[in-house]
């Protein structure tokens, strides 16, 4: 069968194009995407081409398929896996394989597999591994989204703290404790605030801060402090950009005892640095950020490091379980990944949106597969309704679920705009 699909060629060489896929085997499965998030990696991998780990020697003329956080639903089930899944089922994947100890993944290393494509082939790989999730929500949307979301839990999951006098590391945040959250109004920040309020483990407080006083408001009306009070938590949105002492008056806020874990959302040494300085006794700092300087270093505090004892460390990506986790909570309701979402748009301007993404502002960009649509953010839903009326009906549905995009929005486009 034909689909199309943006592939990688090269170096800043991305092309949307159609195809013929091959007949799947009995360890395979075919699939139809529906939904992929662009994530700042795809396009990290399409400006360096061949010279990115994951993407292969061979690229030029065997093109991979870009995305890795997609969404979608079973065409049709190899002979092997028949007992297992169904014409039907939704799905996610977990991208990160590492299978065998090979750097390959979908959305960077495979000719026939990942998310910028109408349809894919699942290879035995990711069978093997278990990797194959199904999910049981409405909407494709939280699925795709569920590998972002995947990270912030395994974030949440790796921090670690000790017992005096005893070699125990006790993974995950302290409950009840104190967490900040800095440079954290963006998307993933917004992930990590929502599973704060929503975990089975939760912190006392929550101190998120951000220099966009824009960003912070927007946070703010979507996670309120009403809303936190019901999960037992004090939630504190702050803009640093006027703030004399950073440090100081963020301990203020906890009574100056320090904070038990500390989260680094944006790759920026000030940051690093004030994440330092908060951490209170047997504090863990992570820094999420992922930095594409090599050289970027920060000053810790070493006598507290030895004394306190603070602890200093960082994650990447989530496993699996995270991954199973974030799908179970979204499908119960306790997660909404939609806060992260701020641009929908179609296969036809997924090219576009990878390459220019650094410079789009707002949150994750959501393209639809089946569909051909300009990218467009959720605001602007409403001007381009005055003259196609299918804009406005969305607008509508958006505004009725507090300018966010949901399973009903979804619906709508997928009825509607669908080639």
């Given at each position: 069968?034909?689909?199309?699909?943006?592939?990688?060629?090269?170096e800043?060489?991305?092309r949307?194009?159609?195809?013929?896929?091959?007949?799947?085997?009995?360890?395979?499965?075919?699939?139809?995407?529906?939904?992929?998030?662009?994530?700042?990696?795809?396009?990290?991998?399409v400006?360096?081409?061949?010279?990115?780990?994951?993407?292969?020697?061979?690229?030029?003329?065997?093109?991979?398929?870009?995305?890795?956080?997609?969404?979608?639903?079973i065409?049709?089930?190899?002979k092997?896996?028949?007992?297992?899944?169904?014409?039907?089922?939704?799905?996610?994947?977990?991208?990160?394989?590492?299978?065998?100890?090979?750097p390959?993944?979908?959305?960077?290393?495979?000719?026939?597999?990942?998310g910028?494509?109408?349809?894919?082939?699942?290879?035995?790989?990711?069978?093997?591994?278990?990797?194959?999730?199904?999910?049981?929500?409405?909407?494709?949307?939280?699925?795709?989204?569920?590998?972002?979301?995947?990270?912030?839990?395994?974030?949440?999951?790796?921090v670690?703290?000790?017992?005096?006098?005893?070699?125990?590391?006790?993974?995950?945040?302290?409950?009840?404790g104190?967490l900040?959250?800095?440079?954290?109004?963006g998307?993933?920040?917004?992930?990590?605030?929502?599973?704060?309020?929503?975990?089975?483990?939760?912190?006392s407080?929550?101190?998120?801060?951000?220099?966009?006083?824009?960003?912070?408001?927007?946070?703010?009306?979507?996670?309120?402090?009403?809303?936190?009070?019901?999960?037992?938590?004090?939630?504190?949105?702050?803009?640093?950009?006027?703030?004399?002492?950073?440090?100081?008056?963020?301990?203020?806020?906890?009574?100056?005892?320090?904070?038990?874990?500390?989260?680094?959302?944006?790759?920026v040494?000030?940051?690093?640095?004030?994440?330092?300085?908060i951490?209170g006794?047997?504090?863990?700092?992570n820094?999420?950020?992922?930095?594409?300087?090599?050289?970027?270093?920060?000053?810790?505090?070493?006598?507290?490091?030895?004394?306190?004892?603070?602890?200093?460390?960082?994650?990447?990506?989530?496993?699996?379980?995270?991954?199973?986790?974030?799908?179970?909570?979204?499908?119960?309701?306790?997660?909404?990944?939609?806060?992260?979402?701020?641009?929908?748009?179609?296969?036809?301007?997924?090219?576009?949106?990878?390459?220019?993404?650094?410079?789009?502002?707002?949150?994750?960009?959501?393209?639809?597969?089946?569909?051909?649509?300009?990218?467009?953010?959720?605001?602007?839903?409403?001007?381009?309704?005055?003259?196609?009326?299918?804009?406005?009906?969305?607008?509508?549905?958006?505004?009725k679920?507090?300018?966010l995009?949901?399973?009903?929005?979804?619906?709508?486009?997928?009825?509607?705009?669908?080639?």
């Amino acid at each position: 069968m034909k689909t199309r699909a943006v592939r990688i060629y090269g170096e800043n060489d991305l092309r949307m194009e159609e195809f013929e896929l091959p007949e799947i085997k009995d360890d395979e499965i075919l699939a139809r995407i529906v939904s992929n998030s662009i994530c700042m990696s795809t396009y990290k991998a399409v400006i360096q081409g061949a010279r990115h780990k994951r993407v292969p020697d061979d690229v030029a003329e065997n093109p991979t398929i870009t995305g890795h956080e997609f969404a979608g639903e079973i065409i049709k089930v190899g002979k092997k896996w028949q007992e297992q899944f169904k014409p039907g089922d939704k799905f996610a994947v977990q991208p990160a394989l590492n299978y065998k100890g090979s750097p390959y993944a979908p959305g960077y290393s495979y000719k026939y597999f990942g998310g910028n494509t109408e349809y894919t082939i699942i290879p035995q790989e990711v069978m093997e591994l278990g990797y194959l999730l199904k999910y049981e929500g409405e909407g494709f949307y939280e699925a795709s989204l569920s590998e972002p979301m995947s990270c912030i839990l395994g974030g949440y999951h790796a921090v670690y703290h000790t017992e005096s006098n005893n070699y125990i590391h006790k993974m995950g945040i302290v409950e009840g404790g104190k967490l900040a959250l800095l440079g954290a109004a963006g998307p993933m920040g917004l992930g990590a605030v929502d599973y704060a309020l929503h975990a089975e483990r939760r912190p006392s407080v929550v101190v998120v801060t951000d220099i966009n006083q824009e960003r912070l408001d927007r946070a703010a009306s979507l996670f309120t402090q009403e809303e936190a009070k019901k999960q037992g938590v004090e939630l504190h949105f702050v803009n640093t950009a006027e703030m004399e002492d950073v440090p100081k008056e963020l301990n203020d806020l906890v009574g100056g005892e320090g904070y038990d874990d500390v989260f680094v959302y944006a790759p920026v040494r000030e940051l690093a640095e004030q994440g330092d300085q908060i951490l209170g006794k047997d504090g863990c700092m992570n820094f999420f950020a992922g930095p594409s300087d090599k050289e970027l270093s920060a000053e810790f505090n070493l006598y507290n490091i030895h004394y306190s004892p603070t602890h200093i460390m960082g994650s990447t990506g989530g496993n699996d379980d995270d991954m199973r986790e974030s799908l179970k909570m979204s499908a119960e309701g306790k997660l909404n990944p939609a806060t992260m979402i701020t641009h929908i748009g179609g296969l036809d301007s997924a090219a576009d949106t990878i390459q220019n993404l650094p410079g789009i502002p707002g949150g994750k960009k959501l393209i639809y597969t089946s569909i051909d649509m300009e990218l467009t953010a959720l605001d602007d839903f409403t001007k381009k309704g005055e003259e196609d009326p299918r804009y406005a009906d969305l607008a509508e549905i958006i505004a009725k679920n507090n300018g966010l995009w949901s399973a009903e929005a979804e619906k709508y486009l997928l009825e509607n705009f669908t080639k």
